[in-house]
């Protein structure tokens, strides 16, 4: 018998026709529905230009959760991140012996939550690293301020930040070198 088969057994002898009618509408709109998804699978293909926004596109179609999608880049600790920079900065912790997680979501007593870049776990303490990479666009510096007032207002003292920069990687090793010694 081949592995992949079905083998019905029939209760009834003949199939009414209300039952047959039933079965069809049903097969139709099974077929319809993989018919369009394959429309829009097709329009995937023809609508991206660059491989990671195909790749984040066929990642949502497959319902991957899309917070997800944008951790594109490996680290050295086999961790993902979202940008370059996130890069330089988990390499830079690893290197080092920090221990630390990507953007663990982190809770305030009034409910209301983040996800730092890196949780930093030093000397029995959580430290909460935010790379300012977008300061530039108004929205991302609106919203860095609401993040900033937060952290302040829940986190005092443990929020280190870093900004977008030529000399990003000396900036890191210096930040680490002197807050986590």
């Known amino acids: 018998m081949p592995a992949k088969c079905l083998v019905i057994k029939p209760q009834v002898s003949e199939l009414q026709e209300a039952l047959i009618s039933s079965i069809l509408n049903d097969i139709s709109q099974k077929c319809e529905f993989r018919h369009e998804r394959l429309d829009q699978f097709v329009t995937l293909l023809k609508g991206y ?3 990671i926004q195909f790749q984040q596109e066929i990642g ?48 305030a007593t009034d409910g209301s939550f983040f996800c730092p870049d890196f949780t930093i776990f030093w ?20 919203q860095w301020e609401i993040k900033k007032a937060w952290y302040n207002k829940n986190f005092s003292g443990l929020l280190v930040t870093t900004e977008e920069s030529s000399t990003l990687s000396k900036t890191a090793e210096s930040l680490i070198a002197n807050k986590f010694a």
Do not use: M
Not at 74 to 103: D, M, W
């Open 49 to 51: 230009s660059t491989s």
């Open 60 to 107: 949502k179609y497959l319902g991957i959760d899309k917070f997800q999608l944008g951790k594109i880049h490996q680290t050295l600790s086999g961790c993902l991140v979202r940008s370059k920079s996130e890069v330089i900065i988990a390499n830079i912790l690893h290197e080092r012996n920090k221990p630390f997680v990507y953007e663990k979501t982190l809770f």
């Open 123 to 142: 000397n029995g303490k959580e430290y909460y690293w935010e790379h300012l990479g977008l300061l530039d666009y108004p929205d991302y510096r609106a």
